[in-house]
């Protein structure tokens, strides 16, 4: 080793041979002083070959290093050489058979005792292992990145003091916000009021999937417009070295799954309703096919008995009510035999609004209308429908007759026609200014013999009557609206689309 002029001690040298990566000492001028064992090892070269040279000449016309950073911006010696302090540079180097290392070239300087660079030990460390090992981890995280970020599940992950560290696309998406780190969003923020600390309470408690995690479990987020929203989550907390540092949730949007669910349950509903008032048709006709034979013998007989006994027998009065009765049980029989689609049908085409007109023809001159107005807000559009017109007329004055009821005989009737062109119905809406139908009752007002009159007053076949006539006219009858000021019975009947005529009746 040629290290004369640097005067050290035996010691110093070996230190110097002894370095486990590529060393050489140069003075402020670039010429090498001297090299270690290293690096005549490591480039195959002789003592004699590299010292006297400069820094240059040894790399790029001995070790054929086609690529130094030897320009007067980038080169690490002169800055050394300027600011008396170490630098380094970053390489990755290209072999001939196309395989890469990187390189880390160390520059420290030796000050003399004014403070004035003397000589420049460089060193070469291979860190192709530890760049290696960087690259995988920066791999790993860009794919884990890519991977949430596709999810369609929201993502959030937030630091132990609830600061937001992870939201993705979805979770963008679900709680209306766009993210950025910098925005110090709270995970608070996120869910209503008491909620993140269920959340967390749920976390933390044994009772809920183990500590620190939580099974599927339904709660509401809170979108930035304060929207709530239901989902159903999954969250962990995140420990390091048995501290708990972070919190995950994934979240999935229920609203779909929710509103599929209820058309489910309705669907499920209507379907019960008709399975009952089918059952309850056939009940109603064998009843009614029973007792419509004896009903004829009383009345026959009871009015043979009438006629026997002269008008002024004292038995007269007590003979007119067994014959009012017997005849409101006769009027009973018929509305059941309507209601159990016995008699027969007869279907034509005919317009809604012409309906409307002749079922209100046949009742409005009673008494029952004296103090109600009656509004028509009948459309201007054509609306043929192919239907029962008798059976219909008969619906129409049941939704009259119960409306005025409702209203207690004063208020306002509308009967309202229109054209519902997604649907393809023809529409009519009979509404009141009435007392509504309590929510308890709604889902009886259908059923047959249903009724909140007094005895004597309504027995309760009306809607149910109107409920099978429609049904059979495959049409549909709904409460369209009800509250205490009153209620909306809407009937919608297929539009005959056959029929292009405007002149029918
Ligand atoms: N427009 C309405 N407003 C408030 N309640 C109503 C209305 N229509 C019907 N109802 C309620 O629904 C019940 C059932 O009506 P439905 O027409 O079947 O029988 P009813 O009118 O009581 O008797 P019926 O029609 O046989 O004479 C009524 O008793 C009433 O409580
Ligand atoms: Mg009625």
Known sequence: MNFKTLHENDWRLRVFDSLSFPTLILDPHRNVLAVNQKLLDKFAVTEAQVVGKTC??????IFMDPDLPCNRHTCPFDKTLKDGIGHSILRQIQHLNGSFHWEDRVFSPILDDNGHVIYVIESIRDVTRSKTL???????????????????????????NGKVLVMNRAAEELFGRMFRRSDHINITDLYPPGVAREVMKKLRDDAYGGVGKLPVTRFNILTSRGEQIPVEMTGAIIYEDGKEVATMGIYNDLRERLEVVK??????????????????????????????????????????????????????????YILEDAERCRDIVKNLLAYSRRSSATRDSFS?????????????????????????????????V???????????????????????RSGVLTLKTYRNDDRKTACLEVSDTGCGIPEENLSRVFDPFFTTKETGKGCGLGLSTAYGIVKDNGGDITIKKT??????????LSLDLNNKMESIG
């Open 56 to 61: 240059r000449e040894v790399f790029h016309t």
């Open 134 to 160: 960087e690259k995988i981890f920066h791999d790993i995280r860009e794919f884990m990145d890519r991977v949430i970020q596709s999810s369609t599940s929201a993502i959030v992950a937030a630091e132990r």
């Open 263 to 320: 058309k489910l349950e309705e669907a499920q509903g209507q379907l019960v309703q008709s399975e009952k008032m089918a059952s309850l048709g056939r009940l109603a006709a064998g009843v009614a096919h029973e007792i419509n034979n004896p009903l004829t013998g009383i009345l026959m007989f009871g009015n043979l008995m009438k006629e026997k006994l002269g008008a002024d027998h004292p038995l007269q009065s007590d003979l007119n």
């Open 352 to 384: 809604l609004n012409t309906l409307v007109e002749e079922s209100l023809r046949l009742i409005r001159d009673q008494s029952l209308f004296l103090n109600i107005t009656i509004r028509k807000e009948l459309s201007s559009q054509w609306l043929p």
């Open 386 to 408: 192919y239907a029962d017109k008798n059976k219909l007329s008969q619906v129409v004055i049941n939704l009259i007759t119960n409306a005025i009821d409702a209203m207690n």
């Open 483 to 492: 509250s205490p000021s009153g209620t909306t019975f809407l009937l919608e």
